[in-house]
C-alpha cells in the first residue's frame, strides 16, 4: 500500500495550530477499559491524544506514517512513538486495551485496518473512532471561512475529505457500537491563530503548491475586519464518533 502523505511538508505549523481535545474525553475512554493499561493511538499526527491518554493509561503506543509529524510529536515518558502504517503496526497479538484514532481513520485502508485492530486489540477491547469538520466562530466570520473551504480550495481537497463531511456515518463498522457522550474542542484564539490553522488544511498546502500563492490571503482582510475589536473569540469544533468494542 502506499502512504499519500498530506501533512509531513507543514508538520511544525500542524502542530503549532492544531486545536486541542477536550480533557474529559479521556476519562470518557478509559472508563470503557477501566482494567486498561496499554493503548495504541493510531495516525497520532503530532502526538495530541497520545500525550492526553498517557495521564490515564501506563503506556501509549502512537504510530504515525509520516516521519516528520513523529519528529514533531510532543515528547512524554508513557508515550512510544514510531514510525507505522495504520494496516502494519508492529504490535503484537492482543498487545491493546484500547485503540484510538483521531482525525485520522479517513486515511486509512478501512478493511485492512479493521483486521488489524481486532489481530492487537485484546479481547473486548475498544476502538475508538473520531473527527471533526468545520469549526464555528460566528456566522460572518463563518461564511468567509465556508467560502475558503467550499469555493476557492475546494477541489483541492483528496476525495478522502467526504468521509469526515458525512461523519464517518457511511463507513461499514464492523463492532458492536458504543454511542458517547457529546464532546466538542474549544479554543480561544486570536484572528491570526485562526489564519495559521486554515493554512494547515491539506487543501489550502495543495493549493500552495499547484498555484504558488497563499488561498487564504482571499479571505484574510474580510476575516479581520469581521473579527472585529476582540483579541481572541471562542472557536467551537463539534467532534463526531464511532466507537466499538473488538469481538473475542
Known amino acids: 500500500m ?24 479521556f476519562p470518557y475512554l478509559k472508563s470503557l477499559v477501566p482494567n486498561g493499561n496499554v493503548v495504541w ?32 510529536a510532543e515528547s512524554h515518558p508513557r508515550v512510544e512513538y514510531r514510525v507505522a502504517k495504520a494496516e502494519e503496526s508492529t504490535l503484537e497479538n492482543s498487545e491493546v486495551d484500547l485503540i484510538t484514532v483521531a482525525q485520522a481513520f479517513h486515511w486509512f485502508d478501512f478493511e485492512h ?7 492487537v486489540g485484546k479481547k473486548n477491547g475498544i476502538l475508538a473512532l473520531w473527527g471533526y469538520g468545520l469549526h464555528r466562530i460566528n456566522p460572518e466570520i463563518d461564511s468567509l471561512v465556508d467560502k475558503l473551504y467550499g469555493e476557492i480550495v475546494g477541489s483541492y481537497w483528496p476525495p478522502e475529505r467526504k468521509y469526515v463531511e458525512e461523519k464517518y456515518k457511511t463507513i461499514s463498522f464492523p463492532f458492536e457500537e458504543i454511542f458517547p457522550p457529546e464532546y466538542s474542542m474549544k479554543e480561544e484564539w486570536t484572528a491570526d491563530q485562526v489564519l495559521g490553522y486554515l493554512r494547515t488544511w491539506s487543501s489550502v498546502q495543495k493549493y500552495i503548491q499547484k498555484n504558488e500563492s497563499d488561498p487564504v490571503l482571499l479571505i484574510e482582510s474580510d476575516l479581520k475586519t469581521a473579527w472585529g475589536s476582540a483579541k481572541t473569540k471562542t472557536v467551537e469544533w463539534p467532534l463526531f464518533f464511532r466507537i466499538g468494542r473488538l469481538s473475542s
Open 2 to 25: 502506499s502512504f499519500r502523505d498530506h501533512f509531513s511538508s507543514h508538520s511544525s505549523s500542524y502542530s503549532e495550530f492544531r486545536p486541542g481535545y477536550p480533557r474529559e474525553l
Open 41 to 72: 493511538d493510531c495516525g497520532t499526527g503530532n502526538g495530541q491524544a497520545a500525550v492526553s491518554l498517557a495521564e490515564f493509561f501506563d503506556k501509549v503506543i502512537a504510530t504515525d506514517p509520516s516521519a516528520n509529524q513523529i519528529a514533531n
Open 113 to 119: 485496518f479493521f483486521k488489524e485492530a481486532q489481530r
